[in-house]
């Protein structure tokens, strides 16, 4: 039997462990954005070291940030090969609405070949599955085949604020020849994908303010503004019912796809578009219908909304008219685009198409930028290859509509290659009520990546399968 066979049956053979760790992982909820839960992401990090620490890293360390801590490791075997670092994400988004699940959003249920939590696919469970692959080799080979450093965090779900800040400070640290990140869905579970572009993304808020307090609608109603109403008419002059953004610089800075990937977008003879559809629940798709789904999702721009706030929304009826709302939106932008010079625009915009009568305000809070990855690259060979050999196809390389904003940073700094391979699925419910992650997919992805382990060894005697380190 060769070593890769050892490894599989590693894994086949202590399967229910893994699926054990991440059931307790699962169990603790680390939800970013909520002040509440600052005890339990502590406590998911330091289950991860624990984690790391039996697997048999030498190195481990939990780092405190102004925000959340970092899980940092890393295994140096031989200077000679090349480096690996891992990222993901420990931290989750909030659940509700909580009352939509089946079962307990932080408890890891087994149901229907799934397991079920929030984080289950985003990300814990594709971590859980990296760290499966690095104890198998660990198991059968006494380590891994090549370097290997992590880095956790969490607070990807909360903007990644501390990471970012930390990233420039520590390039030493971090340095890698490729950077892995499994944080992204395949088409379906016979088709797996690489990733090559993540889209930019901008979070803001739009205020607007009338009268000087809330007001009696019937004394008032007619001649007062609204600023519910005029938040209303400001959206639909944003974007259109035929879905075209009205912020006129950002049409200009749109970049023009190849011909093969347009080609590949109007073909889709995978059927992904349908597949989107289908995981919509609904049969046509609302907004720039004159363009393909994909190029929809992988390179257009879009502003949805996210929320509104404002006016009285309790049971039964009270008239009034609010003094203030709110709405909370974003803008997912090619991965070319800068994200702050678009919030720039959209604040011009946004002022200029805003009705009269009304003050406007329009907050940034947060934006990341998208990266494109270099498909050529040999870190990314290898990993295609990898995911043949597993799943008996080769991935399809696509753009994905979903942003890691790290990825870019890592991309630029550490000018080391970024490898998307994510093992989720279109139905996993990321950030929805039931969120799970398939078991198959799993195990699977854990084969995936000891295999990728293998494969990214530089064998003496052999042309070099990574370029050596500079
Ligand atoms: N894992 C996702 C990114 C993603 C989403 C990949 C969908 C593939 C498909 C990540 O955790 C995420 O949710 N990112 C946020 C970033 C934001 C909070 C800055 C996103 O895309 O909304
Ligand atoms: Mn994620
Ligand atoms: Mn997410």
Not at 52 to 67: K, M, N, S, Y
Not at 172 to 194: G, K, W, Y
Not at 276 to 285: C, D, P, Q, T
Not at 428 to 445: C, T
Request: aromatic share 6%; with cysteine; net charge negative.
């Amino acid at each position: 039997m060769s070593q890769m066979d050892d490894i599989n049956s590693y894994l086949d053979d202590n399967f229910d462990a893994f699926v054990d760790h991440l059931r307790q992982w699962l169990e603790i909820p680390s939800v970013s954005t909520l002040p509440e839960h600052r005890a339990d992401v502590a406590a998911a990090a330091a289950w991860a070291a624990g984690r790391l620490r039996d697997i048999g890293f030498p190195q481990v360390e939990v780092v405190a940030t102004p925000g959340h801590p970092l899980v940092m490791a890393s295994w140096m075997i031989d200077e000679a090969q090349p480096t690996l670092l891992v990222y993901g994400h420990y931290d989750v988004q909030p659940v509700d609405p909580v009352d939509l699940w089946l079962s307990p959003p932080f408890a890891g249920t087994l149901r229907d070949g799934n397991i079920y939590g929030r984080g289950a696919s985003d990300d814990k469970g594709q971590i859980v599955l990296v760290m499966a692959a690095l104890q198998a080799w660990a198991k059968v080979a006494g380590q891994p085949p090549i370097n290997v450093k992590m880095v956790l965090e969490g607070e990807e779900e909360a903007g990644g604020e501390s990471l970012a800040a930390y990233l420039p400070n520590h390039l030493e640290r971090l340095r890698a020849d490729a950077v892995l990140i499994c944080d992204t869905h395949m088409v379906n579970d016979l088709q797996p994908s690489l990733i090559t572009s993540l889209r930019g993304i901008v979070c803001a808020e739009l205020a607007v303010f009338g009268a000087r307090s809330d007001l009696h609608s019937g004394s008032y109603g007619g001649i007062a503004p609204n600023p519910l109403h005029a938040l209303c008419l400001l959206l639909s002059r944003l974007k259109g019912e035929d879905g075209r953004i009205n912020i006129a610089p950002l049409a200009e800075h749109i970049p023009t796809p190849s011909e093969a990937e347009r080609q590949l977008w109007r073909d889709d003879s995978l059927g992904i578009a349908s597949g989107l559809l289908a995981g919509m629940g609904v049969a046509e798709s609302v907004g720039e219908n004159d363009y393909p789904l994909l190029e929809r999702i992988g390179i257009r721009p879009t502003l949805e909304v996210h929320g509104i706030v404002g006016g009285f929304t309790g049971a039964g009826s009270k008239t009034v008219i609010p003094a203030e709302a709110v709405a909370k939106i974003s803008m997912r932008l090619p991965s070319e685009l800068d994200p702050q010079q678009v919030f720039t625009w959209l604040e011009e915009a946004a002022q200029t198409l805003m009705p009269r009568g009304y003050r406007l305000e329009v907050r940034c809070l947060h934006s990341g930028r998208g990266m494109s990855a270099n498909p050529d690259h040999p870190a990314v060979h290898l990993a295609a290859q990898s995911v043949e050999a597993v799943f008996g196809r080769p991935p399809v390389f696509l753009r994905e509509g979903g942003s890691i904003p790290i990825a870019a940073l890592f991309s630029e700094l550490m000018a080391a290659p970024v490898v998307l391979l994510g093992f989720g699925l279109p139905d996993d419910e990321v950030h929805a009520p039931n969120e799970k992650f398939s078991l198959q997919q799993f195990r699977q992805g854990m084969k995936t990546v000891a295999h990728y382990l293998g494969r990214l060894r530089r064998e003496e005697n052999f042309s070099p399968a990574m370029p050596p380190p500079v």
